[in-house]
């Protein structure tokens, strides 16, 4: 029996949400993690959902939410995280007016790269990770390499999802993978554990971007037809 669109949001969106909601506030209180610091977790739970079926308001309420996000970031001192964020304030703010000027119902028209576009495009993103690693570190920061790959994919992310291409959320997942190697080092290496409740939305985070990436597959095939 097929399921329904209704029991799929549930199990597959609203379950998952609800679930990781509620981890992170018990960290929070176990913890005691920093209010300031757990806020925009909440409303990035939120924000997912959206962004995984491609609404576009997911964005506008991405940049309000993170420039709560910064202050989390600077007391962690991961400033190529902090630097991608208020880039990327910017970034959502251009990419919400955009998709609503070229609208598909409440997504966009997306595109895609040819084959030698991603090979140039995955040469470039090599060469700026490695020449930002190099200038976190002189800067003193935690983790540059992790943390340099973090900034350059956010970059990269942020400016492919302007323009719609559907390889954006496949960088994200990247760079997902990547904030988890980061906040596991900051809570177990360092051992910030205040900051588990960073890792558990990563986790969450990384699931949704991965169901972003086959939505936003499934809508430019559907545009194409």
Same mark, same amino acid.
Request: contains cysteine.
């Given at each position: ?12 969106? /609203? ?9 992170? !506030?018990?960290? =929070? ?11 925009? +977790?909440?409303?990035? %739970? @939120?924000? #997912? %959902? @959206? ?8 964005? !506008?309420?991405? &940049? ?18 902090? &630097? ?8 959502? @703010? ?9 609208? /598909? ?15 140039? @495009?995955? !040469?470039? !993103?090599? +060469? ?10 002189? #800067? ?8 340099? +790959?973090? #900034? ?15 390889? =954006? ?8 993978? *990547?904030?988890? =190697? %980061? ?9 910030? /554990? =205040?900051?588990?409740?960073? %890792?558990?939305?990563?986790?969450? *985070? ?20």
């Amino acid at each position: 029996m097929k399921m329904s669109n209704k029991k799929k949001a549930i199990l597959f969106e /609203y379950l998952p949400m609800a679930v990781t909601g509620i981890i992170i !506030l018990v960290c =929070a209180i176990v913890f005691k993690q920093m209010f300031i610091k757990v806020l925009p +977790l909440f409303f990035s %739970l @939120l924000i #997912m %959902l @959206l962004n995984s079926r491609a609404n576009r308001i997911g964005f !506008l309420l991405g &940049a309000i939410n993170s420039c709560i996000y910064i202050i989390g970031y600077l007391m962690e001192g991961v400033y190529g995280t902090v &630097a991608s964020t208020v880039f990327g304030i910017f970034i959502m @703010l251009i990419t919400y007016f955009r998709w609503k000027n070229k609208s /598909y119902g409440k997504a966009t028209t997306f595109r895609r790269f040819s084959v030698q576009g991603r090979v140039i @495009l995955a !040469l470039v !993103l090599f +060469l700026v990770w490695m020449a930002t690693s190099f200038i976190l570190s002189k #800067m003193g920061g935690t983790a540059t390499v992790i943390d340099g +790959l973090t #900034m350059v994919l956010g970059f990269a992310t942020n400016i492919l999802t302007i323009v719609a291409y559907v390889e =954006a959320p496949f960088l994200n997942i990247i760079s997902g993978v *990547c904030q988890f =190697a %980061l906040w596991v080092q900051i809570v177990f290496v360092n051992g910030n /554990y =205040a900051a588990i409740t960073y %890792l558990v939305y990563n986790v969450y *985070c990384t699931y949704m971007i991965v169901r972003t990436f086959v939505r936003w597959r499934k809508l430019y095939k559907e545009q194409r037809r």
